[in-house]
């Protein structure tokens, strides 16, 4: 069975940093690819970064030059580095695994409904002023 437990997030004020982690089992992170997408209320379900194994990363837009997403393959783990956060960061962060298109793109939908990858619970992310 996949498990992916998300640890990191909490409360920050604006211009503040989290590193969210995600540890995996059960998971070959062989030929994959794993991220981070999240989802705010009313919202749909955004991909913020991905990296696969072979050290390739994708980061969305609004993100660029502020998060940086790294992983220790012998830990099972990622990293999501958030750096100068602002208040539209809050939301629900959720590790994902094998749950990604090409081109990468955002799911129209309720993360932990997505049918398809793995995904973890989600992490709280909130960025206040």
């Known amino acids: 069975e996949v498990q992916l437990v998300e640890s990191g997030g909490d409360s920050v004020q604006v211009g503040g940093s989290l590193r969210l982690s995600c540890r995996s089992s059960g998971f070959t992170f062989v030929d994959s690819e794993m991220g981070w997408y999240r989802q705010a209320p009313g919202n749909e379900c955004e991909l913020v970064s991905s990296i696969h194994d072979d050290g390739s990363t994708y980061y969305t837009h609004s993100v660029k030059g502020r998060f940086t997403i790294s992983q220790d393959l012998a830990e099972r783990t990622i990293y999501l580095q958030m750096n100068n956060l602002t208040p539209e960061d809050s939301a629900v962060y959720y590790c994902?695994?094998?749950?990604?298109?090409?081109?990468?793109?955002?799911?129209?939908?309720?993360?932990?409904?997505?049918?398809?990858?793995?995904w973890g619970q989600g992490t709280q992310v909130t960025v206040s002023s």
């Open positions: 994902a695994a094998d749950a990604f298109s090409l081109p990468h793109d955002d799911y129209d939908g309720s993360c932990l409904g997505a049918p398809f990858g793995y």
